[in-house]
């Protein structure tokens, strides 16, 4: 267990005589007077500096001034996890007395990190437990003004959430002041969500990628160069062929849609995944492999979507949804699946304001106090009905089949079993939505006994089925009926022969039709769903990699 003192040394370490002096050879020396602004929110690029002596405070700019968040002394170091991504500083640095500072570069930076333990343990240990007390403490230079009932205010408060995005958030309906701040920034309430980057650049109802963009989440993809894997998808499997091909000294480019995690990044908290015994929320865990991909050197490119892959030329080429491409020797494909849309007209109207695909602490600040539904007889389903029941008044768990034994793990069972706030409905599903622009009434019926039940229920957790991402591929590899992809053993000498297979050789374990492309996770079809085998398949599938990258 870590003590809370403890956790503040592991936070805001302080290096001795001689681990600086191991450290100069990768900086440089100088000194800065009293007042000098060492980086500022909003600059990119940035390194680390080391105080040798004097002090430096970190604040955090906001519209009604600065917060002050901590100030460094002698041995103590600045940054937190945007620099290894590259992205903008979301603090200043000022100089509060004259200082003796090592400044080592974000190159230099990463190359200690990546070959030397001692102080990779000491840099990453500090700069993750930095980026968890912004998200708690600090506004970060974002600001959202938006309505619990916009289904986009939820949308972008759930990517950056999702993206561990520090930011403030203010509600029409609930916070003062709100006039004034359209005034001032010359919007208006039928603008929202505003999404307001550094406390000047206004956004109106922005998508996820304009935000990336808005926010520096990227730095710049280089279109001439040749990876040597692109990963499609940064869920657990995807993170994984980033985290073991970068370590292993492949130039890795990740892109994601939307955030690290995938569905699993939505799951309140995973107990059964292996050496985390008290369990660990979806978003720690894939905020961890994300750091630790970037720790290696793979490129992870947030709401950046491939919308075509051009299997015809190699090196493959893959279109991007901004217009621009990238080409790499190989492709991993691990875009996962989305969960299945209930079959009901009027669906679409209630999406992000009463109906929602995943249970995260946005979603569960919603519906504090209400009665919620969730749909659905996966882990998934089971982990949300869980950690809902702790926010809600009541939580109704609705499965179309007549018991959970086959379909949820056992210890979410008993979970489900035991809590008072939670009622089984089996061979139940939802028959009707109704309300005036946000969802008011679910009418739902039993399909054994053809009774229908209508409750003044605003909340629904849909998280049945699975649909593959795997429209962008157009018929490039071979799928299933379902449209998942068909790789390995589960290609027939009848797929390889209609797919013109040019090898002498067999497909490899996770390798599709189309030599050097590998599916991975629940984009494959007869996957495990669970993310312990999502992230054995990512780590395998660069073992092959390696073996189709030397033929």
């Known amino acids: 267990m870590i003590l809370p003192d403890q956790q503040n040394s592991q936070m805001f370490p302080t290096l001795g005589a001689s681990q600086i002096e191991r450290l100069s050879s990768y900086g440089t020396r100088r000194h800065a007077g009293v007042g000098e602004i060492l980086f500022d929110q909003g600059d990119v690029g940035l390194g680390s500096a080391i105080v040798i002596s004097g002090r430096v405070e970190i604040v955090s700019p906001t519209c009604a001034g600065e917060t002050l968040i901590t100030t460094h002394g002698p041995g103590e170091l600045t940054g937190e996890v945007s620099i290894l991504a590259g992205r903008r500083s979301l603090v200043r640095g000022r100089v509060t007395e004259p200082s003796e500072l090592l400044e080592i570069s974000r190159a230099n930076l990463l190359r200690i990190i990546q070959t030397d333990p001692e102080f990779s343990e000491i840099f990453l240990r500090a700069f993750i437990l930095r980026r968890v007390a912004l998200i708690a403490k600090s506004p970060g230079d974002a600001l959202i003004v938006g309505s619990s009932h916009s289904g986009d205010t939820l949308r972008l408060r759930a990517f950056l959430t999702r993206n561990g995005h520090p930011h403030m958030y203010l509600d029409v309906e609930k916070d003062s002041g709100i006039q004034e701040l359209f005034d001032h920034f010359q919007v208006r309430l039928d603008?929202?969500?505003?999404?307001?980057?550094?406390?000047?650049?206004?956004?109106?109802?922005?998508?996820?990628?304009e935000a990336a963009v808005c926010l520096g989440f990227n730095s710049e993809i280089d279109d001439a160069l040749v990876y040597d894997m692109i990963v499609v998808g940064a869920g657990p499997a995807g993170l994984a062929s980033a985290v073991y091909g970068a370590s292993e000294g492949l130039n890795v480019l990740v892109l994601e849609s939307n955030a690290p995690g995938g569905q699993?990044?939505?799951?309140?908290?995973?107990?059964?995944?292996?050496?985390?015994?008290?369990?660990?929320?979806g978003q720690e865990l894939s905020g961890r492999a994300f750091v630790q991909s970037q720790k290696f050197g793979a490129h992870v490119a947030i709401a950046r979507t491939a919308t075509r892959l051009n299997c015809a030329v190699h090196p493959f080429s893959l279109d991007l949804d901004d217009g621009g491409s990238v080409r790499g020797r190989t492709v991993v494909v691990a875009s996962g699946a989305e969960y299945r849309k209930l079959p009901l007209d009027n669906l679409r109207q209630f999406e992000g304001n009463g109906v929602y695909y995943g249970a995260t602490y946005v979603e569960s600040k919603l519906c504090a106090g209400d009665d919620v539904v969730v749909v659905g007889g996966g882990n998934s389903a089971g982990q949300a009905a869980i950690f809902l029941s702790a926010h809600a008044k009541h939580v109704h768990l609705l499965v179309r089949g007549p018991a959970l034994a086959e379909t949820m793990s056992r210890y979410l069972i008993s979970r489900i079993e035991e809590s008072p706030q939670i009622t089984l409905r089996t061979c139940t599903?939802?028959?009707?939505?109704?309300?005036?622009?946000?969802?008011?009434?679910?009418?739902?019926r039993n399909t054994r006994t053809g009774a229908t039940e209508t409750h003044d229920i605003r909340h629904l957790f849909t998280m049945a089925g699975a649909c593959p991402n795997t429209a962008w591929l157009e018929g490039c590899i071979a799928l299933?009926?379902?449209?998942?992809?068909?790789s390995g053993a589960e290609l027939t000498p009848e797929h390889l022969r209609n797919a013109q297979w040019p090898l002498r050789r067999s497909p490899y374990l996770f390798e599709t039709s189309k030599p050097k492309v590998f599916a991975v996770g629940d984009v494959r079809c007869a996957s495990v769903k669970r993310v312990a085998s999502a992230v054995g398949e990512g780590s395998v599938a660069v073992q092959l990699v390696h073996k189709v990258l030397a033929e």
């Open 264 to 281: 699993a990044g939505s799951s309140s908290l995973i107990e059964n995944y292996l050496g985390f015994p008290t369990g660990i929320s």
């Open 429 to 444: 599903e939802i028959e009707a939505l109704e309300g005036n622009g946000s969802l008011e009434r679910i009418c739902w």
């Open 480 to 486: 299933d009926d379902k449209g998942f992809i068909r």
């Open 191 to 209: 603008e929202i969500p505003i999404l307001i980057c550094r406390g000047s650049k206004v956004l109106r109802n922005p998508t996820n990628a």
